[in-house]
């Protein structure tokens, strides 16, 4: 095979390998629908600003403190003045009061606004109707543009449009504010492996591994990357590791061939 017919394998290679990162990162279940509230906008009086919250399937106090405050920390707050007795364990369908100061409210009615074009875009992105998500995401961070979950499900689109460049800038943002969350770090990884920066790629997959040693889908992105980085003995390391968590699936089938074929490399 000529050097060009190498070279176009490859960049197959690595298009497929990216479409296998960016399926692992789906199926994870990044993209979550928030049940808005009911009716109207409301206007409480002075002095008791509220907004109830209907919980959605699948929903944590800690999604639903950080689409209304900005921070995921403030769950405790929730459940204290929902008094829960168990935070960790919120019914679907329930309703949560949540409270906001004066200097919050303008923030939380910008918040709520903004998770009708969300959860819009939530769908769409469901329907692989990606144009359309993309323009509902884009929407609600108009309205709220601190709005994560709305700037997270918007590099998800770009990175499934192969906007690779565009959506890194989001997940830089992210990682920087949340840099202990795997979702992020695994995302931004997938966006650097589409972008053929297999080493920055790696580095991100190790650190979502240093938070979750359990975490597969960052184990096999970070062996893919090593691969693909022309680091064959520490893929050979990382593809073993990967198999020590995943035995059984498709994936893992994918993964011995993968080590079988670096192996057989190492000995020709």
Known sequence: MN?????????????????????LMLMAGCAKKVTTPVGDEPTPPPGTQFIDHTVADGESLAQV?????GDPALA???ARDNKLSDPDRVIPGSLLRLWFDEDEWESARQRSAALVP????VDLLGNERLAEAEKQFRLALETAPDLVAAKYNLALVLLKRGKA?????????????RPGDTDFLFARGNALFQSTRFDDAAVQFQ???DIDPGLKRAAFGLARSLQEGQHPEQAIAA???YLELDGTSSWAAAARRHLKALQDEGES
């Open 76 to 78: 405790e707050r929730i």
């Open 3 to 23: 050097r060009t017919g190498m070279k176009t394998t490859h960049r197959v290679s690595v298009a497929i390998a990216a479409a296998v990162l960016l399926g």
């Open 118 to 121: 969300y959860n819009k875009g």
């Open 165 to 177: 460049e565009q959506a890194l800038v989001l997940l830089e943002e992210l990682t920087v504010l």
């Open 207 to 209: 650190a979502a591994l």
């Open 239 to 241: 593809w073993q590791r």
């Open 65 to 69: 403190a950080d689409n209304y405050y």
